[in-house]
């Protein structure tokens, strides 16, 4: 497990950078930048990242509170969905040629 | 856990599993797929990625300076807000791609003190020196445009970090060749002192940009490992061919002359056919004799020294805050 402050010498705390780029869109990770706090954070975001009108609202996330699946895991983590297909409207053949199904 | 700190087991694998992580990194960059930083990756990999982006990002950083110097003495209100918003610019380059460096594992601190001791190198094309305003031109037209040509590629590269940073980067520098141009196309078509002030500067900038490639194919150990690992997809001599090729005719746009008397096109080899480099000058001028690096260098380190105070205070209030909250908690 590392946090930001594990890699040696990083004077500052990590975050990771969300816009969101219109109304009615979800927010995006952008990137990451390294600030002394949250303010900075999100006023170097802006400056970073929304320089040519990128977004409309700009979440910061110190990336030590966010939680990850571990990579290695990949199979297992992720696996349990192999094989249910039924999920899936192309999974039901019978009804493809009905209209407005 | 972090979404874009390296982990410290993918650093440091036990050494039986080595191979089969080594098999994983191979089949992901045969697959063109990417690698994300808590990938594990060989350790020549993470070392050529932090050299190549940590240099890239100093380039960008370095660059500020010969344009910054012209920002107070651009002829208008309007070319100075533009040469400002060029800098900006790349200043956000540089700090894309220190962030995209740091997620491999080295600090900001250390790629900073590496260029402030002139232990790292930067692109020798910010150590020529800027006396006139068609330089701004030629800069934003050559260098930029050069530097687009090396890095639309390098969109595609195989670490994700870099490629997401690279692409940021071209969509913001298409704006930096335009009005590269434009500034030259108003020179050259003002008085014919002003012709001349652009043919000259376009003199002096053209050899300078084709080195911006790096050397011959032949001569350029490295690139195959880089090539081979998706890092680098096309070699030195075939951007350079393909630069030349969108340079000829938008010379002809500027009504100046690209300095090479021997440039044409060879129908038989589909290749331009061009006068040979003086790469001599070249390795001077990465060697850091080049005429403006000492002064490039001191530059950098007086504003990173000035700059101490405000790092610390930055640090000092954040802590204080820290603490009011801890209190009040
Ligand atoms: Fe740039
Ligand atoms: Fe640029």
Known sequence: MSTPGDVAGEGWPLYEVFVRANRGLSHVHVGSLHAPDDDMALRNARDLYTRRNEGVSVWVVRSSAITTSDPDMKGAFFESPAGKNYRHAKYYEKSAEVPHL | ?329
Not at chain 2, 94 to 111: F, H, K, N, P, V
Not at chain 2, 313 to 326: D, L, S
Request: glycine share 6%.
């Open chain 2, 1 to 329: 856990m972090t979404l874009t700190a390296p982990d410290a087991s993918a650093l440091h694998p036990d050494g039986d599993d080595v191979a089969e992580l080594q098999a994983r990194f191979d089949a992901i960059i045969e697959a063109d797929q990417r690698i994300e930083p808590r990938d594990w990756m060989p350790e020549a990999y993470r070392k050529t990625l932090i050299r190549q982006i940590s240099q890239h990002a100093h380039s960008e950083i370095i660059g500020m300076q010969p344009e910054g110097n012209w920002i107070s003495r651009a002829p208008s209100l309007k070319r100075k807000a533009i040469l400002m918003a060029k800098v900006q610019d790349e200043a956000g380059h540089g700090l894309y791609l220190y962030s995209a460096a740091q997620t491999l594992g080295i600090s900001r601190d250390e790629m900073t003190e590496q260029l402030i001791t002139s232990r790292a190198r930067y692109s020798s094309i910010f150590n020529y020196p800027t006396p006139t305003w068609a330089d701004m031109g030629a800069i934003g037209w050559l260098v930029d445009g050069a530097a687009i040509c090396n890095q639309v590629p390098l969109c595609r590269a195989s670490y994700g970090p870099y490629g997401r940073a690279m692409v940021r980067i071209c969509k913001e520098e298409s704006f930096h060749q335009r009005q590269g141009f434009e500034i030259l196309l108003e020179l050259s078509q003002g008085t014919p002192e002003q012709h001349e002030m652009a043919q000259d500067a376009v003199n002096r900038w053209y050899w300078p940009s084709l080195m911006m490639f790096g050397p011959p194919d032949d001569e350029s150990p490295n690139s195959a490992q880089s090539m081979a690992w998706k890092i680098k997809r096309f070699s030195n001599d075939e951007l350079r061919q393909r630069f030349v090729g969108m340079l000829v005719p938008q010379a002809e746009v500027l009504g100046l002359t690209l300095p090479d008397p021997n440039l044409r096109w060879n129908e038989e080899t589909g290749q331009w056919d061009m006068s040979e480099i003086d790469w001599t000058e070249f390795h001077e001028v990465l060697a850091g004799r080049g005429p403006a690096n000492a002064q490039r260098i001191q530059h950098r380190r007086d504003a990173h020294e000035q700059g101490a105070w405000v790092r610390e205070a930055a640090a000092a209030y954040a802590e204080k805050q820290a603490a009011r909250e801890r209190q009040a908690a």
